[in-house]
C-alpha cells in the first residue's frame, strides 16, 4: 500500500513539474513579438460572401497554433480598413476592420475578397490605393471570389489566367474580353497574382500555401480539424495540386496526425501510435505511407523541426534546451536534422531570423 502511494506521490509530482514547465515555456514565449510562418492581410468589399473570409481566417486559425488553442503563432491574418470601418457580408452580418493599413511588405500575401458585381464599386478608394501600393511592392496579391474582377479592374491581371467561378463567367468576359481565364481550376497562380473562384476552392488554396510556408504538418492539423475528407462533396477540389493530408480518409491515420501534432511529435513513436489506433506496426506504417506520401518516422522528425524553429524565433531558450524540449539526444543530433531540412545550423538560422 505505501509503495502504491508512493507511486501515486511521483507520478501526481511529474504532472505538476511538466505543468511549471509549460508555464515558463509560455513565458518565454511571450517575452517577444512571435513571427509567423505566413502574414496574410485581408481587404473586403462590400457584400462579399462570408465563406471566402472563413475560408481564408479558419485554415490559418487551426494551423497557427499546436492542438486545439487558436493562438495566432505560425500564422497571422488582419483585416484591413480605416479605424471604424465595418463591411457588410452578403449574409448582413457586418465585420469590422482590426488593423489600419499596414505596410503590404509586413504580409506574405493580400487577399482581396469582392462582393456582389453591382457593388464592386462601393468599397473604399483606399483600398484600391493600399492595392496598387502593395503591388508596386511586389507583395502577392489573392483576388479571391470577384476579387478576381478587382484585380483585373486594376489591371493586376495583364498577361496572366484568372480562375473563375462558372457562375461569373459571362460578366467576366464581357467586362474584360481581352483577359484569359479558366473556370476549371480551384485556383491559379501566375506571377505574383493568385485567383481563386470562392467556395470550397478557398480552402484548397488556403491549405496549399499553409503546407508551402508552415509545413506538412501545420497542413495536416487544418485539414483534419476542418475535417476535409476525400468524400465526393469536395469534389471540387484539385487533386493534382492538392496536398494529400486534405484527402485523409481514414480514421486511424486522422487519429495518428493528431496524436503527433498534439504532442509536438515528442515522446512518441510509430510503434506506440499503431498500439494505440489498434494496428500492428507494420500496417500502420503501410497505411500512413499510402495516405501521407511519408513514413510515420519522417513525418514525426518534421513535426519536431517545425517545434524547433518555433522555439528558435519565439524563445530565448539555448540550442541545448530547445534540443532537449524537442525529444533530441543532444544538440548535435539537433543540429545534423535541423541543417538537412533548412540548410543552416539551429544558430545560424536564429541570428538570421532577428
Known sequence: MAAQNDASRTETEADYI?????????????????KPDISVGILLWPTFPMMSLTGVVEPLRHAADFADNSRPLHCRWSIMGKPGDATVASCGIRIHADAPYINPTDFDYIVVIGGLLPHLQAAPASHRDYLRVAASAGVPII???????VL???GLLVGRKAAIHPFHAEDFRVAFPRQPFSTR?????EDGRITVPGGVSVLSLMTELIRKHCGPDRAAKAVYQLSLTDQKTMSAFDHERASAFRHVGDARVQRAIVLIESRKGRDVSPERIAGTIGLSPRQFIRLFQAHIGMTPKHFILETRLRYVRFLLDNSVLPVTAIAHETGFSDSAHLATAFRKKYQSSPSEFRHRRR
Open 143 to 149: 483576388g479571391a471570389c470577384t476579387g478576381s474582377f
Open 185 to 189: 481550376d480551384d485556383f491559379l497562380a
Open 18 to 34: 511538466s505543468w511549471l514547465d509549460s508555464l515558463w515555456t509560455e513565458r518565454l514565449l511571450a517575452a517577444r513579438d512571435r
Open 152 to 154: 483585373a479592374q486594376e
